[in-house]
């Protein structure tokens, strides 16, 4: 499984930026998928998730009203779009997928993290 | 929003050693719990899911324990490898919510 982070940059307080994930080695379609954040020197935030076919979404409280996940299963891509953007959203972002485990009948599903982007690190200062 | 609560903040023990890690949840998340632990400039890992299962890859030497409020990352003998940052991740109420601890960072002592 790979995931490949991008779209980071330097955005002044109240721009937009969108985040992209590029997925590969896995079934994509069958994932949840999630946004997670960390600012600098800071702990982990989880940000949002999104269902394997987009009817369903979460946000934490933080950026509702902002922020919008969304997802391309065709494209095999997860975005993060950001706006009205603050100060304190300030942060490396990551994209996760959850985690699938062998049982010893089949495949069950776990909502932990198993694979991670390496992140793409979003700026907001004027 | 449920809170989880790591100690401590930084430890400290020698390789070859045993570690001890702590969280603590403010109400229950039964055995929805996760550890994950995070070297500089990397992203995190998964190490434990279900309070207790290894994820793919992780050595014997990393075991979980707890249930309920009280959860416990325990790594016999360390290796220089281990020194890094962990967290814990509830996900009691997945999909609505998932919160993370602050981490506790094991150094070289």
């Known amino acids: 499984v790979q995931l490949v982070d991008s779209g980071g940059g330097l955005v002044q307080p109240g721009g937009s930026l969108r985040l992209s994930c590029a997925a590969s080695?896995?079934?994509?379609?069958?994932?949840?998928m999630n946004w997670v954040r960390q600012a600098p020197g800071k702990g982990l935030e989880w940000v949002a998730n999104i269902k394997q076919d987009g009817s369903e979404k979460y946000y934490v409280d933080s950026v509702k009203g902002r922020f919008t996940i969304s997802r391309d299963n065709a494209q095999s891509s997860l975005y993060l779009q950001m706006n009205s953007l603050r100060a304190e959203d300030t942060a490396i972002y990551y994209c996760?997928?959850?985690?699938?485990?062998?049982?010893?009948?089949?495949?069950?599903?776990?909502?932990?993290?198993?694979?991670w982007g390496q992140g793409t690190l979003v700026t907001v200062s004027s | 929003e449920i809170v989880m609560t790591q100690s401590p903040v930084t430890l400290s023990v020698s390789p070859g050693e045993r570690a001890t890690l702590s969280c603590r949840a403010s109400q229950s998340v039964g055995s929805n719990l996760a550890w994950y632990q995070q070297k500089p400039g990397q992203a995190p890992r998964l190490l434990i899911y279900g309070a207790s299962t290894r994820a793919t890859g992780i050595p014997a030497r990393f075991n979980g324990s707890g249930s309920g409020t009280e959860f416990t990352l325990t790594i016999s003998s360390l290796q220089s490898e281990d020194f890094a940052l962990y967290y814990c991740q509830q996900y009691h109420n997945w999909p609505l919510m998932y919160t993370f601890g602050q981490g506790t960072k094991l150094e070289i002592k």
């Open positions: 996760a997928c959850s985690t699938y485990y062998y049982d010893g009948s089949g495949y069950s599903f776990n909502p932990s993290f198993d694979s």
């Open positions: 080695g896995l079934t994509f379609s069958t994932y949840w």
